[in-house]
């Protein structure tokens, strides 16, 4: 099984940035795709971005642009960067380990979640 722990949500302005990160321990070399997903309040949990293990990467259309996805397997963390934040991407944020690419992706891990708000 694969432990996931996000950081680095918080608060922050419309355009502004933030980075989240996504530790993974526990069975790290099982690991496939990982992927951000995100929850808004009264709403479903829904696809942000994806990632393979060779590093090829799918955005959803809202993002697209604006957020990158990394990851560094040395380090066995999985990072999202946000920029030019709109209040509508105030959510809370998951990580996941599974597999499969973009809309086919499929989770077998999560985090607890991040919660960003954004103000406007």
């Known amino acids: 099984q694969v432990q996931l722990v996000e950081s680095g949500g918080g608060l922050v302005q419309a355009g502004g940035s933030l980075r989240l990160s996504c530790a993974a321990s526990?069975?790290?070399?099982?690991?496939?795709?990982m992927a951000w997903y995100r929850q808004a309040p009264g709403k479903q949990r829904e696809l942000v971005a994806t990632?393979?293990?060779?590093?090829?990467?799918y955005y959803a259309d809202p993002v697209k642009g604006r957020f990158t996805i990394s990851r560094d397997n040395a380090k066995n963390t999985l990072y999202l960067q946000m920029n030019s934040l709109k209040p509508e991407d105030t959510a809370v944020y998951y990580c996941?380990?599974?597999?499969?690419?973009?809309?086919?992706?499929?989770?077998?891990?999560w985090g607890q979640g991040t919660s960003v708000t954004v103000s406007s």
């Open positions: 996941s380990a599974g597999r499969g690419f973009g809309s086919w992706y499929s989770g077998d891990s």
């Open positions: 990632i393979t293990g060779g590093g090829n990467t």
């Open positions: 526990g069975r790290i070399f099982s690991i496939n795709a």
